[in-house]
């Protein structure tokens, strides 16, 4: 479960990353891609709410004249029929699962009998039996509009991963705690392979651009609580002094697709992540760290 939820967490700071290198690292420009991305999804969605479309009703909302405020054009969906009068044709909508309850429909139009949809200016009559009201029909009616809404709110959705995915960055840093098994230290000669990235000095890595290098921790004589930490890479072999109570922390870099154990290292002059290919290497350094 861990590792597929590891990388989840990772997929906002994988899309960050690859928008990050399309831009080329452009701060500003990931931002108007962030206003873009809400605007993709902020106009359409402000469209559909302010163009005007009849409100979908029942026979039950006209009978109660349970209408919502400000609602004057209505669709009803029912079966329509035709009365002969003393005055002429009428059309009357008559309620599908209630036959007794049916409105009375004013059109200029000659309309079709059977199952049908009409829109137009409602009037709600309260009533539990008979005429319910009246409607003054389009002509033709306006068909209900399948809006996909899913489809305006994806860019909002890409815009919130790739702001999380900035914050986090990328490989994404979590806690490891889990329980290590007991790990000899490391010997005073011994190495292990690992990948650095943080700061040492004046320079710096990120995560991403780990370099792969070979750690290990020389002991100081002459100061028993101190240790060398030294760490070769192609870049350079570098020595850092760090006390053996620094403070030291067992941490996951999670990518998509896996996850790497590592070590966030903190010393007055670097601040050190260090991964690991795997678990028993990494608990063997901070084995010889404490």
Same mark, same amino acid.
């Given at each position: 479960?861990?590792?597929?939820?590891?990388?989840?967490?990772?997929?906002?700071?994988?899309?960050?990353?690859? +928008?990050?290198?399309?831009?080329?690292g452009s701060r500003r420009a990931t931002r108007m891609v962030l206003i873009g991305l809400l605007l993709l999804t902020a106009v359409p969605i402000y469209l559909v709410g302010s163009t005007p479309r009849p409100t979908d009703l029942?026979?039950?909302?006209?009978?109660?004249?349970? *209408?919502?405020?400000?609602?004057?054009?209505? $669709?009803l969906e029912g079966e329509l029929r035709v009365v002969k009068s003393a005055s002429g044709v009428l059309y009357e909508l008559h309620d599908p699962r209630d036959d007794a309850l049916y409105v009375v429909v004013v059109t200029l139009a000659p309309l079709s009998p059977g199952h049908t949809m009409v829109t137009g200016h409602i009037s709600p009559r309260r009533a539990t039996t008979g005429n319910v009201g009246t409607i003054d029909a389009d002509t033709p009616a306006v068909p209900p509009v399948d809006e996909p809404i899913w489809l305006y709110l994806s860019p909002a959705v890409v815009a *919130?991963?790739?702001?999380?995915?900035?914050?986090?960055?990328y490989p994404v840093v979590r806690r490891d705690g889990s329980t290590p098994p007991p790990a000899p230290p490391l010997g005073p000669?011994?190495? +292990?392979?690992?990948?650095?990235?943080?700061?040492?000095? $004046?320079?710096?890595?990120?995560?991403?651009?780990?370099e792969p290098c070979t750690v290990g921790l020389a002991p100081m004589p002459d100061l028993p609580d101190m240790g060398e930490l030294r *760490?070769?890479?192609?870049?350079?072999?570098r020595a850092i002094r760090i006390r053996r109570a620094a403070a030291v922390r067992r941490i996951r870099l999670c990518r998509v697709g896996r996850s790497e154990p590592a070590l966030e290292i903190h010393a007055s002059t670097a601040?050190?992540?260090?991964?690991?290919?795997?678990? $028993?290497? $990494?608990?063997?350094l901070a084995?010889?760290?404490r």
């Open positions: 479960m861990t590792p597929l939820f590891d990388s989840l967490v990772a997929i906002p700071g994988a899309l960050a990353h690859i +928008v990050s290198e399309l831009l080329h029942t026979f039950e909302d006209m009978s109660l004249e349970r *209408i919502p405020a400000m609602t004057s054009w209505g $669709r *919130i991963l790739l702001s999380i995915g900035l914050a986090t960055g000669d011994e190495t +292990v392979a690992a990948a650095w990235s943080g700061r040492i000095g $004046r320079d710096g890595l990120a995560p991403i651009r780990a *760490i070769a890479a192609p870049g350079g072999d601040d050190l992540v260090l991964a690991f290919a795997d678990r $028993r290497s $990494r608990d063997r084995a010889s760290l």
